[in-house]
């Protein structure tokens, strides 16, 4: 119904920025809200941050606050995370969500997402 493809990923060192893309197709319209979030090797997906299609209303980890941003450019179907200031610790695997068919009741929890990207991989080297 959805399909979502991230990139932008890569090996960086500590400070830098980077911007992940994730390219949405198919049933488009269905969507509510766009998120991000990622998973570090044997660690527990963790939310970044959300975006609320209708209002534009953004959700974000107390951890990426200031550093990070989530934006959209529905002309492209594409929803971006720009990442500033990159910590070692926000190395993991970003994966790009979808919910789509009702609106979530809460950003932050995965469950409430039904479509996922594959993920892009982001290392921060101290």
């Known amino acids: 119904q959805v399909q979502l493809v991230e990139s932008g990923g890569g090996l960086v060192q500590a400070g830098a920025s980077l911007r992940l893309s994730c390219a949405a197709s198919g049933l488009t319209s269905s969507i509510y809200a766009m998120a991000w979030f990622r998973q570090a090797s044997g660690k527990e997906r963790d939310f970044v941050a959300a975006?609320?299609?209708?209002?534009?209303?953004?959700t974000y980890a107390q951890s990426v606050k200031g550093r990070f941003t989530i934006s959209r450019d529905s002309g492209k179907n594409t929803v971006y995370l720009n990442m500033n200031g990159l910590k070692p610790e926000d190395t993991a695997t970003y994966f790009c969500a979808a919910a789509a068919g009702a609106s979530p009741r809460f950003f932050y929890l995965s469950y409430e997402y039904n479509f996922w990207g594959q993920g892009t991989q982001v290392t921060v080297s101290s």
């Open positions: 975006l609320a299609l209708s209002d534009a209303d953004t």
